[in-house]
């Protein structure tokens, strides 16, 4: 009983962190980034920095006491105002005919206005 504990704390948590390792984020494994490599950039993990370390010896990383260096953080981000069709993209248009929130690119492709040409055919 105690070994499935463990292994599902080793696989993360639903704590959302100011930066999370990128390695770990593409393994579906949430943990905190204790390192930042501005060659890679990428933020890592203690322990995915171990293995940076060894195949990228001469890469500048920034630690936690530099975070000046490090990007501006994703966790800004509301998983709520982002769209479901374009990754990346932030809710911050209203469409007023459909009552709906989207991104520019749904707004654009999905939501046209309609000219008077339309209306009337």
Same mark, same amino acid.
């Given at each position: 009983?105690?070994?499935?504990?463990?292994?599902?704390?080793?696989?993360?948590?639903?704590?959302?962190?100011?930066?999370?390792?990128?390695?770990?984020?593409?393994?579906?494994?949430?943990?905190?980034?204790?390192?930042?490599?501005?060659?890679?950039?990428?933020?890592?993990?203690?322990?995915?920095?171990?293995?940076?370390?060894?195949?990228?010896?001469?890469?500048?990383?920034?630690?936690?006491?530099?975070?000046?260096?490090?990007?501006?953080?994703?966790?800004?981000?509301?998983?709520?105002?982002?769209?479901?069709?374009?990754?990346?993209?932030? +809710?911050?248009?209203?469409?007023?005919?459909?009552?709906?929130?989207?991104?520019?690119?749904?707004?654009?492709?999905?939501?046209?206005? +309609?000219?008077?040409?339309?209306?009337?055919?």
């Amino acid at each position: 009983m105690v070994s499935k504990f463990e292994a599902s704390i080793s696989k993360g948590s639903d704590l959302v962190f100011d930066f999370s390792c990128d390695i770990c984020d593409e393994n579906e494994i949430n943990k905190q980034a204790d390192m930042y490599c501005e060659k890679c950039s990428k933020c890592l993990c203690g322990s995915c920095m171990q293995h940076h370390n060894q195949l990228y010896k001469k890469h500048v990383v920034f630690g936690r006491t530099d975070l000046t260096e490090w990007p501006v953080t994703k966790a800004t981000d509301d998983p709520i105002e982002l769209c479901r069709d374009h990754k990346g993209r932030k +809710m911050e248009v209203f469409c007023e005919d459909h009552y709906e929130l989207l991104c520019t690119v749904c707004h654009v492709h999905n939501h046209k206005a +309609m000219s008077p040409r339309d209306a009337n055919s």
